[in-house]
């Protein structure tokens, strides 16, 4: 099989293979590279599985590699050659202690079976060896390749969603991405997990990684977020939700976030957020500014509070003007009269039909309401 890497890449991957067979390891693409290919799309990052141990192997190339970071525990080392980015990973076997851990690593340099069990479906765990002829081998020991003409989505083994509940969010993204199906065996152990999930020891962190993930694409992260509420995937957090797929959706259509995986991220996890009392426009013109879009969005799907609109329809882009100097050069002294002027000021601003406008507009303002 070959793979339509640009010239540069082409003659990089021959070096690599090259060196490989004379450091004695065999390399790998890996994941979703290989995933890609078979569905005959450009692949966009170029992961490299090394069969041993991926940072000597790096070492040993010398000058050619340029190293970024490297992590030990895992054998992951990031790299640029000639200016293209490659990750390599040493083979590795993880084992889960505890449901929805972070995994710890076993043994680096494991055969590349035991490092294939480890990943979340059939369609990522599939590898092509890398040959100096670049004419690549694939290797396919669960029949990941069937299941991609089929579009199904299935686990590795029984226990994959017990040790890594994110798996299910992956697969999410994965259905809608490519239209698959999570096939009937992955929906039973779903369905078990759900029921009764283990969040002693979870890895809160790696689910909002992976939920920033599945709400990353513009195009599908109102779907995402409708799915994950109605398969009742926010179970892997919590045993209890109050959220609600329209109210959002309402919010968003009324502030037109930038960020999506923000704010859907963030309303999963907002908690106490009760509407706030304002005695005037200068109160929450302070309050929302501190807020940016994605969280305004959420306050207004938990509060419904009107004043969140007004702020952003008509408040959000008054500015004074005018600074502390200006006011100095006005001859008033610093202190507590500064606060009181830029308040007024504000008010003065924020007040429908207003036509303080230029900064010659405020200066009058000031004196006529501070030096008479
Ligand atoms: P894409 O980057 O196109 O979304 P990908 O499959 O390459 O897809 P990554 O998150 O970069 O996604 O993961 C790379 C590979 O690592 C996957 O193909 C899979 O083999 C493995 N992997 C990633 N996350 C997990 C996980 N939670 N459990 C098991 N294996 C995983």
């Known amino acids: 099989m070959q793979i339509n890497f640009d010239n540069k890449i082409n003659e990089i991957i021959k070096i690599l ?17 290989v995933r890609d290919v078979l569905m005959g799309k450009k692949p966009l990052d170029i992961d490299i599985l090394v069969e041993g141990d991926a940072i000597e192997f790096v070492q040993s190339l010398g000058d ?13 080392i990031k790299t640029q050659i000639l200016d293209v980015d490659i990750d390599f990973a040493s083979t590795r076997k993880e084992i889960y202690p505890i449901s929805g851990c972070l995994p710890t690593v076993e043994k680096i340099g494991c055969k590349l079976e035991e490092d294939l069990i480890r990943r979340d479906f059939t369609i990522n765990a599939m590898a092509f060896l890398i040959n100096p002829n670049l004419d690549f081998t694939l290797v396919d020991k669960f029949s990941g390749q069937e299941d991609l003409k089929k579009g199904i989505l299935r686990l590795l083994h029984d226990n994959s969603i017990i040790d890594d509940p994110t798996r299910i969010l992956r697969g999410l993204d994965f259905e809608l991405r490519f239209n698959f199906k999570f096939d009937s065996n992955a929906q039973k152990l779903i369905q078990e997990y759900l029921k009764a999930p283990n969040r002693e020891g979870l890895s809160v962190d790696r689910v909002i990684l992976t939920l920033r993930k599945l709400f990353c694409s513009p195009d599908r992260a109102q779907k995402a977020f409708r799915e994950f509420l109605k398969r009742n995937y926010y179970k892997i957090l919590f045993d209890k939700c109050d959220l609600n797929y329209s109210e959002i959706e309402k919010a968003v259509s009324l502030f037109s976030p930038e960020n999506l995986s923000e704010v859907y991220i963030n309303y999963i996890f907002a908690q106490n957020i009760e ?6 426009r200068v109160e929450i013109y302070k309050y929302f500014k501190t807020l940016n879009v994605e969280d305004l969005c959420v306050y207004w799907a938990k509060t419904k509070d ?8 008509k ?8 600074s502390g100097q200006d006011l100095l050069n006005l001859g008033f002294k610093q202190g507590k009269i500064f606060g009181e002027i830029f308040d007024a000021l504000l008010e003065a601003k924020l007040a429908d039909n207003c036509d303080i406008e230029s900064f010659e507009d405020e200066i009058e303002f000031v004196k006529n309401n501070f030096l008479k």
């Not at 509407?275 to 005037?280: G, I, L, R, T």
């Not at 408040?315 to 005018?322: A, G, R, S, T, W």
């Open 17 to 33: 293979a090259l060196e490989a067979e004379r450091f004695g390891v065999k390399i790998y693409f890996i994941g979703g590279l």
């Open 306 to 313: 009107d004043n969140a609109i007004l702020y952003f329809n």
């Open 315 to 322: 408040l959000k882009n008054v500015e004074l003007k005018i």
């Open 64 to 76: 050619f590699v340029q190293i970024k970071s490297l992590h030990k525990d895992f054998g992951t």
């Open 275 to 280: 509407k706030k009392e304002f005695k005037n």
